[in-house]
């Protein structure tokens, strides 16, 4: 299938029975003119009543955020302002094209309008969470694109990126240099990536392949020292590999909150040492790198 038989295809997903009734709930929303604050939390205000608790609850979980909509704050699972301003001071958006793969509800493409870029596209197959993005966006009435496509369209995607974002997907997938390949090929010349996943100390190329899950997380196929993920880079196209930033993930950053349902880091430690997980693995840490191609 082409892309637009995909996004056809894709469109229906919208219809699933656990689905169509949130994306009736956006029909309830209320329209006005709304204040758009691009701080910590993506707040949206307005001078008449507005009261969106009740749709706001329906489309849980919320992993990314905080969004704070009339005064409803949606304290979701990740506090993603802070890795959002750990990295801001290592790219510059302006006039640029540029997508951020697994996007989830698009917290930082929202965030990323401050920079004034030529175009913002966010890829992700998951209808929850392009229903959370249309009910922010019902507000922000952004240009933003978003996709329900995956890493694996950028080949084929019909525009090249100068910058492409890709934070905690690269350990999902049992093929990281494929995905890496990917990530190349859908960048235009002279572009980058800024790219983030879970690594393991040590000055060895070698990877930790866990037996059935890692932090209780069971697609994690993958979580490689940083000089093995050079290699992987490397050996996927890219000319140049830079550390950004190391950061050890900590209930500051991560924890349950009543915006979301089920376990969140906390859960995943070892009780008895939360530097170990409960698989007895190095606790969850992220290496962010710039790419270029």
């Known amino acids: 299938m082409n892309l637009d038989e995909i996004r056809k295809e894709r469109q229906k997903w919208m219809t699933w029975k656990n689905i169509k009734p949130l994306r009736d709930a956006l029909g309830t929303l209320p329209d006005g003119s709304f204040e758009i604050t691009l ?14 608790y009740s749709v706001a609850k329906l489309l849980m979980p919320w992993r990314k955020g905080p969004f704070d909509v009339c005064d409803t704050f949606i304290d979701a699972e990740w506090k993603s ?13 302006k006039n640029k094209r540029v997508a951020d793969i697994g996007c989830n509800n698009g917290y930082y493409l929202f965030r ?11 890829f992700d197959p998951s209808p929850l969470y392009k229903t959370q993005f249309d009910f922010i966006n019902h507000f922000v009435k952004s240009d933003i694109v978003y996709e329900l496509l995956g890493v694996e369209h950028l080949p084929v995607y019909e525009e090249k990126f100068d910058t492409i974002f890709c934070l905690g997907v690269l350990y999902h997938r049992s093929d990281p240099i494929a995905m890496l390949k990917s990530l190349y090929r859908g960048l ?14 040590g000055d060895e190329e070698m990877a930790l392949c866990p037996k059935s899950s890692y932090s209780k997380i069971p697609n994690i196929y993958f979580v490689p020292t940083i000089p093995a993920l050079k290699n992987w880079c490397h050996r996927a196209g890219f000319s140049s590999f830079e550390v950004l930033e190391t950061m050890q993930t900590d209930a500051s950053e991560q924890r349950k909150t009543s915006w979301i349902e089920g376990q969140s880091l906390q859960d995943f430690l070892d009780p008895e040492d939360n530097t170990k997980t409960v698989e007895g693995y190095d606790a969850p840490a992220r290496v962010y790198v710039r790419l270029i191609k």
């Open 112 to 122: 990323m309008q401050e920079d004034n870029p030529k175009t913002l596209v966010g």
């Open 81 to 93: 302002n802070i890795k959002y301003n750990l990295l801001r001071k290592h790219f510059d958006l």
């Open 39 to 52: 701080g910590e939390a993506i707040k949206i205000s307005s001078n008449e009543p507005c009261d969106v």
């Open 188 to 201: 235009d010349k002279e572009g980058e990536v800024i790219l983030d996943t879970f690594y393991i100390k």
